[in-house]
């Protein structure tokens, strides 16, 4: 065999492995701490507080972006750290993709 086909083999082994762990034998295999999509506050989340301590004036502002304003997160930290499928860097844009 071929060490390129040893490689491919071995990688569809692991993954198998992977996707048939619950999430709770995943993160135990971990080798440091981890942030949890769900524990990243959508940008709705943020604009509502910030919308609160600036006031009533940019509630129109709220509705007006409430659709992609509740399906994206912003986030500041370590990225290798986020527990998500896959990280795409498109230029200055971070994609986080989930299954």
Do not use: F, H
């Amino acid at each position: 065999m071929y060490p390129g086909n040893k490689r491919k083999k071995l990688w569809r082994e692991e993954k198998e492995r992977l996707l048939k762990m619950t999430l709770e034998e995943r993160r135990k295999e971990y080798l440091r701490g981890y942030v949890a999509l769900k524990d990243i506050p959508m940008w709705m989340e943020e604009m509502r507080s910030k919308n609160e301590s600036d006031g009533e004036n940019a509630k129109e502002d709220v509705q007006g972006k409430r659709s992609l304003s509740e399906k994206v997160s912003l986030y500041r930290g370590d990225i290798t750290l986020l527990e998500v499928d896959a990280i795409v860097n498109a230029g200055r844009w971070l994609n986080v993709v989930t299954a």
